[in-house]
Structures are given as structure tokens and as C-alpha cells.
């Protein structure tokens, strides 16, 4: 155990300022953000926020579904449900209650590309936070009888999703999207794939993944970075980095091959869903001009879907667009949900307003409105300590270093009309959109 925190490498993260107004400045500073990363390569980032009395602590994986090998999907998944299970140190009552009855609560996630295990609680309680969930992501256990219960629990996870028609149809756009490929495949698994998972299998993948080079500590609240840094390195500091092999490299997905489709289904449900989307490089130079197309298009009561669809035309209860980013591309999709009889008309709607000068030749106003929306959750998600945590991982992982709310705020300003219509014009081509309809049967 590296026992001198002297030896981890700092780097102080100074976030800049948008402008010389002061209420700017103060709306978008982070406060004090500093890294380190261990020797043996674990990256740390604090954010200290003066005005709380909880810390919100993180402990990544840079590994998720898309790591699942190819038998075993679902199998990251499965294993952040397990590590609750027990340790060497604490069954599973003890891992519940310890942060508990410390007047904090413990969550996990995992998505297509991460894994988290989070622990929020009072700042006094750092330690504490440390100590357990070091002790859930080194040394669990896996004990059988728990782990068999644990199937059970996400096959019903799985039923859940399969009697959700919203969550099953981007399940299957993805797959449509990305066939043959790790991204394509659903985060939980399958009642198949569940079944092949052994406590072998489980600790295989962990000493692929779970290795320094791919943890993340994100630590946000009212402490110090060297504390937090001591912390890391008394629980983490010990690590080794075993060789990387072809199975703990992640593969990407060569998007020369995404080939767009048109498929329409019947399904044995009450409302017909559709979803369109198309896929764009990571580094493609359109990236924030998407995001202020997906504010304008698909976020709020006032955006252009809720209001051609909903407002005006009675079609459907809910009609969103959405953005999700992962290593080298981002995808784009439109969802809606309607009446069997009134599906053809809602796609024409969509379709008409995708083609429509309100996308082709955006007004200013409304570009100002979206970026206005944009800014004002960046700025109010920070005041959610778990997000504002969440947030700085994802900078990490996605941009290879943290960006400053003051910095995706030049960004988001610095779109054009021009490049908003430049945007939307790849939605407006059909040979580059994708859409899955279920046309509900009942």
C-alpha cells in the first residue's frame, strides 16, 4: 500500500469564467475542483461545496453492458447487484444498514458503458463511505444462496422492462442499430444469458474490469481534497494492474457500418410507439449543434414536439426527443407514444416537422429559448449533488478531463442559426434515419 500521499500525482482544475459579469460568474463557478490519480493509475476529482453539509461519493467502473462478453450478456449488470450480497467483512443486512443507520443511503447504476456505486451521506461519515464500498468493489463474496436469489430478482427486472413497451422499443433499436455488436445488446441480459452466470464468471470479468486504470473516484460536498485523496489511496492505493488482454479492451463500433432500417412490428399492447434515430460520430463538429436541436425539438412543454403533437393536434400523451453519448458516437432518437388508429399520422407530423423552416430556418428567439433551457438546468443540476457528482465522472470518461459549466456554456452560446439548420437537416434525410414502429394489436 502506497502509504505516502505524497506520491499521488495533483493537478489542480481551475474552472474559467464566460464573462466579466459577476452574477455570471458566480451562477456558473463549480467551487474548488482538484484531481489526483494514485501510481497505480486510479483517478480521483473532488469538488468542494462549502454550503452543504453531506458529501456524495462515487466509485466508477469504466466498464458497462458493452463489456458483457458474447453468452454473458447482462453480466456487468449482474454484478453490481451481487456485490451487495456480501463480503468477507459484511453480509448483506450489514452493507444495507451500516450506511443506514448513519443517516445516509447507498445506490448503484450501470449503463452501457459504466458502472457506479454511490454512497451519499454526512460529511462526518467520509470514512465510513470509504471503508464500505472499497470492501463491496475488492473483496465480495458472492455467496450462492444469495446470488441465486439475486438471478430471480433480475429476471424480474427483465419481465419488468418486457411489460414496458417504452423501454423495449429502444431496447430493440438497439439492437436493430448495433447488430452483432456489445452496444446492441440490453443492459440487464436475457433470461438465457442470466442463467450461464457462475461465481467464476463473476470474479473473471471483475479482474478484467474492475482494475485501477479503469475506477474513477468522484467525491463532491463539503471536504477537502486531500482527505478525499488519503481516503483513495488508504483503500485503493494497494491495487495492481494486471496486463491487459483482448478481453479487457473495449471494442468499438465501426459506424461505416451502421446501416439504417425501417421495420414496423405488431405488438400485444394498447398504444402503438414509434422511435426514429440516427447515429453520428463522437467528434463530429455538429455535436453541440445537436444538443441545442435536441432542446428545441424534444425537452419541455414548449418544445416543438410537445406542441405540434400534443398541444395542437391532440396525437399523444408524450412525445420526447433524447441524446446519449458514448465513446465513439452519439445517438439521436425521437420517441412518441399513440393511439393505434393515429400512429400514420404521428409519423407524418414528425416528419413534416423535421422538414419543416421552424428546423431548416430556425428563428433566433427560439434558438435563444433552447439554449436558455439548457443553461438553466446546467446550473440548477448543480445544486443536485448527485448529478453535479455524476456529471464530473461523465466529463472524465467522455471528454478526458472535467469541463467547466462556464465552458459548456461558451460552447452551447457559440451555436448559430446556421449550425442548429445544419443539424436538422441530417434528421431531415430519410436514408440516414432509422424507425421502429410497434403497432399496438389490441
Not at 450480497?85 to 444495507?96: F, L, N, P, Q, S
Request: aromatic content about 8%; some cysteine; glycine content about 6%.
Amino acid at each position: 500500500m502506497h502509504s505516502n500521499p505524497s506520491a499521488i500525482v495533483r493537478k489542480s482544475l481551475s474552472p474559467a469564467t464566460p464573462g466579466s459579469d459577476r452574477h455570471a460568474e458566480q451562477r456558473l463557478s463549480s467551487g474548488d475542483i482538484r484531481s489526483a490519480t494514485l501510481p497505480n493509475g486510479l483517478r480521483i476529482v473532488s469538488n468542494l461545496v462549502p454550503y452543504v453539509h453531506s458529501v456524495t461519493l462515487g466509485i466508477w467502473i469504466n466498464a458497462g453492458s458493452r463489456e458483457d462478453p458474447e453468452g454473458l450478456e447482462g453480466i456487468a449488470h449482474f454484478i453490481e447487484h451481487a456485490i451487495f450480497k456480501g463480503t468477507r467483512k459484511r453480509d448483506y443486512i450489514d452493507i444495507a444498514r451500516c450506511i443506514e443507520e448513519a443517516g445516509g443511503y447507498i445506490d448503484a447504476w450501470t449503463t452501457k458503458e459504466q458502472t457506479c456505486l454511490c454512497v451519499r451521506c454526512l460529511r462526518e461519515h467520509l470514512p465510513l463511505a470509504f471503508d464500505l464500498l472499497a470492501d463491496m468493489v475488492r473483496d465480495p463474496v458472492f455467496p450462492k444462496e444469495e446470488i441465486e436469489k439475486e438471478r430471480e430478482v433480475v429476471l424480474e427486472e427483465i419481465a419488468s422492462v418486457n411489460d414496458t413497451p417504452e423501454e423495449l422499443i429502444f431496447e430493440e433499436f438497439d439492437l436493430r442499430s448495433f447488430p452483432g455488436h456489445p452496444l446492441g445488446t440490453p443492459i440487464l441480459g436475457t433470461e438465457k444469458s442470466i442463467e450461464r452466470f457462475s461465481r467464476k464468471k463473476l470474479r473473471a470479468f471483475m479482474h478484467r474490469h474492475y482494475v485501477p486504470s479503469k475506477m474513477l473516484v468522484t467525491a463532491v460536498g463539503n471536504i477537502g481534497h486531500d482527505e478525499v485523496a488519503q481516503l483513495a489511496e488508504s483503500h485503493f492505493g494497494s491495487m495492481e494492474e494486471p496486463p491487459a488482454t483482448k478481453e479487457s479492451m473495449r471494442k468499438q463500433f465501426d459506424i461505416s457500418e451502421y446501416k439504417p432500417f425501417s421495420v414496423t412490428t405488431k405488438k400485444r399492447i394498447y398504444q402503438s410507439q414509434l422511435l426514429l434515430g440516427t447515429i453520428i460520430p463522437r467528434d463530429d463538429s455538429r455535436f453541440w449543434s445537436l444538443m441545442v436541436l435536441n432542446a428545441m425539438l424534444g425537452s419541455g412543454m414548449s418544445c416543438l414536439l410537445n406542441l405540434e403533437l400534443r398541444e395542437k393536434r391532440g396525437l399523444v400523451y408524450q412525445a420526447y426527443s433524447s441524446l446519449s453519448f458514448l465513446d465513439e458516437l452519439t445517438t439521436f432518437n425521437i420517441y412518441a407514444g399513440t393511439d393505434k388508429g393515429k400512429a400514420p399520422k404521428t409519423l407524418e407530423t414528425i416528419t413534416e416537422l423535421l422538414n419543416s423552416k421552424a428546423l431548416q430556418e430556425p428563428d433566433p428567439d427560439d434558438i435563444r429559448a433552447a439554449k436558455s433551457k439548457m443553461l438553466g438546468s446546467l446550473i440548477m443540476g448543480m445544486e443536485k449533488m448527485t448529478r453535479r457528482m455524476s456529471r464530473i465522472a461523465q466529463d472524465v470518461f467522455y471528454y478526458g478531463r472535467y469541463q467547466s459549466p462556464a465552458e459548456k456554456a461558451a460552447l452551447i452560446e457559440a451555436v448559430s442559426e446556421a449550425d442548429v439548420a445544419e443539424a436538422a437537416a441530417l434528421l431531415s434525410r430519410p436514408e440516414q434515419l432509422s424507425t421502429l414502429i410497434y403497432k399496438a394489436s389490441r
